[in-house]
């Protein structure tokens, strides 16, 4: 059985997370409320993730989120190329969420902050 990791990243729009801070949780993004979970990314998903889905956009936040608490809630299911992603069914206590971070992502695709 493979171990996965204990947390995982998730980049939202920024005027979003300050909402879900305000409410205690964050429901989602327009994307993740139409399929029907939050869609999360490691360590080494994340570049592609926000090359693929973030291009030229600078006012997001990139939060790590704390796994360990959310128990059956995170699920983890194949996506791109078959890898497989963490998924929250359900709300992100904003608990959970345990580093946050300003975020942008050139037009080329590439982090420009916090990372580099």
Known sequence: MSRHP?????????????EA?????????????????IHLSTRDQLEETARRHYAGQDDLR????????LGGAVVWEPSRDGALFPHIYG???VQAVIRDDAFAVGDDGRI????R
Request: aromatic share 12%.
């Open 6 to 18: 204990s947390s995982a990243y998730k980049i939202v729009d920024a005027a979003d997370w300050a």
């Open 21 to 37: 801070r305000v409410a205690g949780v964050f429901e989602g993004s327009t994307v993740d409320r139409a399929d029907g979970f």
């Open 62 to 69: 990139l939060l790590l989120v704390d796994l360990t608490g």
């Open 91 to 93: 709300a992100l206590p």
């Open 112 to 115: 420009t902050s916090p990372w």
